[in-house]
């Protein structure tokens, strides 16, 4: 699994080198990144690759600058433990609060905390706005109805703008300024470049025609004085601001899936003492091993096995599944479900960090701050549209200045301005992050765990899936049948000898071997050089006899003849048991049969996976007539039988050379290979670390109809992720050359910056608002 917090801080307080700066965009990094570059001795590293190349173009730029210049953001006080990310660019990471220093974004907590209302950033332009807001209404008003109430004389009215919107540009829109300028230090042009450009160009002007409009044309003196703009910059900055905290409430919005996940963990456990009296303690406080009682209507606190009582836990909230499921003693209990009736003792296995809602969490997390694939057109897109929309605003400047009607150079003025600020590239950059933060949320409560952008973006191409059986299509916990010795050995001596030899090993066919010897109160003995052959079976010593348990591919490795038992195998086997086979210094001893039940929802799930589309396959490493036998009572007709790990690695390959887009679903450790090597390896939560490691999608309850849903769910986010890049692509297309004034010839009309500025806010608040629709998909 992924790693905890708790492991992740200690790796860093043993091994982490200390902080790195990328010296072209300054985001810190470590020895660990991937981009790295020598020069002059010293050993330089990038947060990607474009860094790097304009690194290497021009170094010594970059090392000077590295030197002189402090590119990070004036350091607030911080959360202690909390990293904070941007949503658009989420290998820029740091642990105190600021903003993006590629895009200037307001950087966010990774992972928020239940009932954090700490957002820095949304109340500091909450302040900026509402201080601001009087001071922008005054200067609005005397702009538009100054001339006609006739206050004042104009010459005195430009001064008392100017002393209204000083305030509004130097404080209430520094922020603005800054991540503008910090824009052109990193040489990461965006909405702040222009924004910052568009009023600082308009209030400077103003300015000048206030303090010495004697250097001005006399064209452009308009009743009585130098023409002004002290309102449009204004107004913009207020408009900015208002936008900001319509964006940031909406993003806050995108978090509330892992907050509702971090929600359902109880805040007190009630322990068992030695003595037998019971206490409440903080939850903190439990610790593996520890007796807790659970009673109706409580909350299980943390992971673990019930060992006294019974009765029906609600794990809707976690895996999906809609009905209350019967535990009792030696059944598994997973914390933050719901006891619903009878009273429960369990013993704690899993606790803090290593809790199944703690692992969800953070691959929750781990999903939302990766990028999809299709957010690199986007970010291709991006990269070049501030620099086109400079050109296109110094055009609109210069062909309004020398062929507009008079004042020319003030309509020149007033249209750059509109291009720089309507053209706002936030909405395009937020396109795909938004809805892949919401649609991973969604999925953690469908017990969907998906492990990055790309598996949501992937899964709805798939074509075929080959799945696993043991694990996957049946319960994976077999229940033992029967032994069959060979002549001259005894059942109990083979189960013995099978049960000895499957201790060292973590498949479930094992398990129910070592259960059924101790049921039977057998003595096992711990076997040597333990050997397992993933998929195949294992080998190993015992009391100087060499032993091998597996299937028939094992026999023949060892050449082993297993003719003898042949017939009987063979009829285990069409009733869909597993067969083993073991062998004693190179003997066969005897078979063993267990039988693994079919998952009750597979069935239900292979009719909708057919439904949608999908070709079924069947590979596993049991003989090929019990997986035959299964797959026929399930309607699959493509079979792989008796396969190791490497014979699915080449099936998967050899589908994906065929054309077919290929999805592994398994759950152990000889799965892994092919899980990895899938274009969407797929894993039940109730199998192995190994295979969850491998995979890119996880189903928390191990239930096969997890991946309609989460095909379901791919299908939508990708359309939602098509809608804003459309609608963002649309709305630029549409507002530049409205705001050049390409439509004055025809109608004559302009857009004043101010309708601009509105209109940019609210483009990025619509892009997020229709990413926000997916909570209400039907998935």
Request: proline residues 6%; hydrophobic residues 45%; charged residues 20%.
């Given at each position: 699994?992924?790693?905890?917090?708790?492991?992740?801080?200690?790796?860093?307080?043993?091994?982490?080198?200390?902080?790195?700066?990328?010296?072209?965009?300054?985001?810190?990094?470590?020895?660990?990144?991937?981009?790295?570059?020598?020069?002059?001795?010293?050993?330089?590293?990038?947060?990607?690759?474009?860094?790097?190349?304009?690194?290497?173009?021009?170094?010594?730029?970059?090392?000077?600058?590295?030197?002189?210049?402090?590119?990070?953001?004036?350091?607030?006080?911080?959360?202690?433990?909390?990293?904070?990310?941007?949503?658009?660019?989420?290998?820029?990471?740091?642990?105190?609060?600021?903003?993006?220093?590629?895009?200037?974004?307001?950087?966010?907590?990774?992972?928020?905390?239940?009932?954090?209302?700490?957002?820095?950033?949304?109340?500091?332009?909450?302040?900026?706005?509402?201080?601001?807001?009087?001071?922008?209404?005054?200067?609005?008003?005397?702009?538009?109805?100054?001339?006609?109430?006739?206050?004042?004389?104009?010459?005195?009215?430009?001064?008392?703008?100017?002393?209204?919107?000083?305030?509004?540009?130097?404080?209430?829109?520094?922020?603005?300024?800054?991540?503008?300028?910090?824009?052109?230090?990193?040489?990461?042009?965006?909405?702040?470049?222009?924004?910052?450009?568009?009023?600082?160009?308009?209030?400077?002007?103003?300015?000048?025609?206030?303090?010495?409009?004697?250097?001005?044309?006399?064209?452009?003196?308009?009743?009585?004085?130098?023409?002004?703009?002290?309102?449009?910059?204004?107004?913009?900055?207020?408009?900015?601001?208002?936008?900001?905290?319509?964006?940031?409430?909406?993003?806050?919005?995108?978090?509330?899936?892992?907050?509702?996940?971090?929600?359902?963990?109880?805040?007190?456990?009630?322990?068992?003492?030695?003595?037998?009296?019971?206490?409440?303690?903080?939850?903190?406080?439990?610790?593996?091993?520890?007796?807790?009682?659970?009673?109706?209507?409580?909350?299980?606190?943390?992971?673990?096995?019930?060992?006294?009582?019974?009765?029906a836990v609600d794990e809707s909230m976690l895996t999906g599944e809609p009905l209350p499921v019967n535990k009792r003693v030696g059944d598994k209990v997973?914390?933050?479900?719901?006891?619903?009736?009878?009273?429960?003792?369990?013993?704690?296995?899993?606790?803090?960090?290593?809790?199944?809602?703690?692992?969800?969490?953070?691959?929750?997390?781990?999903?939302?701050?990766?990028?999809?694939?299709?957010?690199?057109?986007?970010?291709?897109?991006?990269?070049?549209?501030?620099?086109?929309?400079?050109?296109?605003?110094?055009?609109?400047?210069?062909?309004?200045?020398?062929?507009?009607?008079?004042?020319?150079?003030?309509?020149?003025?007033?249209?750059?301005?509109?291009?720089?600020?309507?053209?706002?590239?936030?909405?395009?950059?937020?396109?795909?992050?938004?809805?892949?933060?919401?649609?991973?949320?969604?999925?953690?409560?469908?017990?969907?765990?998906?492990?990055?952008?790309?598996?949501?973006?992937?899964?709805?191409?798939?074509?075929?899936?080959?799945?696993?059986?043991?694990?996957?299509?049946?319960?994976?916990?077999?229940?033992?049948?029967?032994?069959?010795?060979?002549?001259?050995?005894?059942?109990?001596?083979?189960?013995?000898?099978?049960?000895?030899?499957?201790?060292?090993?973590?498949?479930?066919?094992?398990?129910?071997?070592?259960?059924?010897?101790?049921?039977?109160?057998?003595?096992?003995?711990?076997?040597?050089?333990?050997?397992?052959?993933?998929?195949?079976?294992?080998?190993?010593?015992?009391?100087?006899?060499?032993?091998?348990?597996?299937?028939?591919?094992?026999?023949?490795?060892?050449?082993?003849?297993?003719?003898?038992?042949?017939?009987?195998?063979?009829?285990?086997?069409?009733?869909?048991?597993?067969?083993?086979?073991?062998?004693?210094?190179?003997?066969?001893?005897?078979?063993?049969?267990?039988?693994?039940?079919?998952?009750?929802?597979?069935?239900?799930?292979?009719?909708?996976?057919?439904?949608?589309?999908?070709?079924?396959?069947?590979?596993?490493?049991?003989?090929?007539?019990?997986?035959?036998?299964?797959?026929?009572?399930?309607?699959?007709?493509?079979?792989?039988?008796?396969?190791?790990?490497?014979?699915?690695?080449?099936?998967?390959?050899?589908?994906?050379?065929?054309?077919?887009?290929?999805?592994?679903?398994?759950?152990?450790?000889?799965?892994?290979?092919?899980?990895?090597?899938?274009?969407?390896?797929?894993?039940?939560?109730?199998?192995?670390?190994?295979?969850?490691?491998?995979?890119?999608?996880?189903?928390?309850?191990?239930?096969?109809?997890?991946?309609?849903?989460?095909?379901?769910?791919?299908?939508?986010?990708?359309?939602?992720?098509?809608?804003?890049?459309?609608?963002?692509?649309?709305?630029?297309?549409?507002?530049?050359?409205?705001?050049?004034?390409?439509?004055?010839?025809?109608?004559?009309?302009?857009?004043?910056?101010?309708?601009?500025?509105?209109?940019?806010?609210?483009?990025?608040?619509?892009?997020?608002?229709?990413?926000?629709?997916?909570?209400?998909?039907?998935?």
């Amino acid at each position: 699994m992924i790693p905890s917090p708790d492991q992740q801080v200690e790796g860093a307080n043993l091994t982490s080198p200390p902080p790195l700066k990328d010296p072209v965009c300054g985001i810190t990094v470590t020895d660990k990144a991937e981009h790295r570059q020598e020069y002059n001795g010293h050993l330089y590293y990038f947060c990607s690759a474009k860094c790097q190349g304009k690194f290497a173009a021009d170094p010594l730029h970059y090392v000077t600058a590295a030197r002189t210049v402090e590119t990070s953001p004036t350091k607030l006080p911080a959360i202690e433990g909390t990293i904070y990310t941007c949503p658009m660019h989420p290998e820029v990471r740091q642990d105190y609060p600021g903003n993006c220093p590629k895009c200037g974004m307001t950087l966010e907590p990774e992972l928020p905390k239940l009932g954090d209302d700490d957002n820095r950033a949304l109340r500091d332009f909450q302040r900026r706005f509402w201080w601001s807001l009087p001071l922008t209404a005054v200067v609005f008003v005397l702009a538009m109805f100054g001339h006609r109430l006739q206050w004042m004389d104009m010459a005195t009215q430009s001064w008392v703008e100017l002393a209204l919107a000083t305030p509004i540009m130097l404080w209430a829109g520094w922020p603005f300024f800054t991540r503008g300028w910090q824009s052109v230090v990193n040489r990461s042009l965006n909405m702040w470049t222009l924004i910052s450009l568009g009023t600082g160009a308009a209030f400077v002007y103003s300015v000048v025609a206030t303090v010495a409009p004697q250097v001005l044309p006399a064209s452009f003196i308009s009743m009585g004085r130098v023409a002004v703009y002290f309102e449009a910059a204004a107004v913009i900055i207020s408009l900015t601001l208002l936008g900001q905290l319509l964006e940031l409430k909406a993003r806050s919005q995108t978090s509330a899936a892992i907050k509702s996940l971090l929600g359902l963990a109880p805040k007190t456990a009630r322990r068992i003492r030695v003595d037998g009296a019971e206490e409440d303690v903080p939850l903190s406080e439990v610790h593996v091993g520890d007796v807790l009682r659970v009673r109706p209507g409580e909350k299980v606190p943390v992971d673990g096995m019930v060992t006294e009582g019974g009765s029906a836990v609600d794990e809707s909230m976690l895996t999906g599944e809609p009905l209350p499921v019967n535990k009792r003693v030696g059944d598994k209990v997973i914390g933050a479900t719901l006891n619903t009736s009878g009273a429960l003792v369990i013993s704690s296995e899993k606790v803090g960090s290593a809790t199944v809602l703690a692992q969800i969490v953070r691959m929750v997390v781990q999903a939302q701050r990766s990028r999809a694939p299709m957010q690199r057109m986007a970010d291709v897109v991006a990269g070049y549209f501030v620099t086109a929309v400079l050109v296109i605003a110094v055009l609109t400047f210069l062909a309004w200045g020398f062929f507009g009607p008079e004042p020319s150079w003030v309509f020149g003025l007033i249209n750059a301005v509109a291009v720089l600020i309507i053209a706002c590239p936030c909405a395009l950059g937020l396109t795909t992050p938004m809805s892949i933060m919401v649609a991973t949320g969604l999925g953690a409560t469908r017990g969907v765990l998906f492990r990055d952008a790309a598996a949501i973006e992937n899964l709805r191409k798939v074509d075929t899936l080959i799945i696993d059986k043991t694990g996957t299509l049946t319960e994976g916990r077999p229940a033992f049948d029967r032994v069959v010795p060979a002549p001259d050995f005894e059942a109990d001596e083979v189960l013995r000898l099978a049960a000895s030899l499957d201790q060292g090993s973590e498949h479930p066919l094992a398990e129910t071997i070592v259960r059924a010897a101790r049921e039977r109160t057998m003595t096992l003995d711990k076997p040597e050089n333990f050997e397992s052959n993933s998929g195949i079976g294992v080998r190993g010593r015992l009391a100087g006899r060499q032993l091998a348990l597996g299937n028939t591919t094992l026999m023949q490795q060892m050449n082993v003849s297993v003719a003898s038992l042949l017939a009987q195998a063979e009829g285990l086997r069409s009733e869909g048991a597993s067969v083993m086979h073991l062998a004693v210094d190179g003997q066969l001893a005897g078979l063993l049969a267990v039988s693994d039940p079919i998952k009750q929802s597979t069935p239900e799930a292979l009719l909708m996976l057919k439904a949608a589309g999908l070709r079924i396959v069947m590979a596993t490493g049991d003989g090929l007539t019990t997986a035959k036998a299964v797959a026929k009572r399930l309607g699959i007709d493509e079979v792989h039988g008796e396969v190791k790990p490497a014979d699915k690695l080449i099936l998967v390959e050899k589908m994906q050379k065929e054309g077919r887009v290929v999805g592994m679903a398994g759950d152990g450790i000889n799965d892994a290979p092919a899980l990895a090597q899938a274009d969407v390896g797929i894993a039940m939560g109730t199998g192995t670390d190994v295979a969850m490691n491998s995979a890119q999608l996880t189903l928390v309850k191990g239930d096969l109809r997890g991946i309609a849903v989460a095909r379901s769910l791919s299908e939508a986010t990708v359309a939602n992720m098509k809608q804003n890049l459309l609608f963002a692509l649309f709305y630029n297309a549409l507002a530049i050359p409205i705001a050049a004034g390409v439509l004055f010839p025809l109608t004559g009309w302009l857009l004043s910056p101010m309708i601009a500025a509105l209109t940019m806010s609210f483009s990025s608040v619509s892009v997020i608002g229709n990413a926000l629709r997916l909570r209400r998909s039907k998935v």
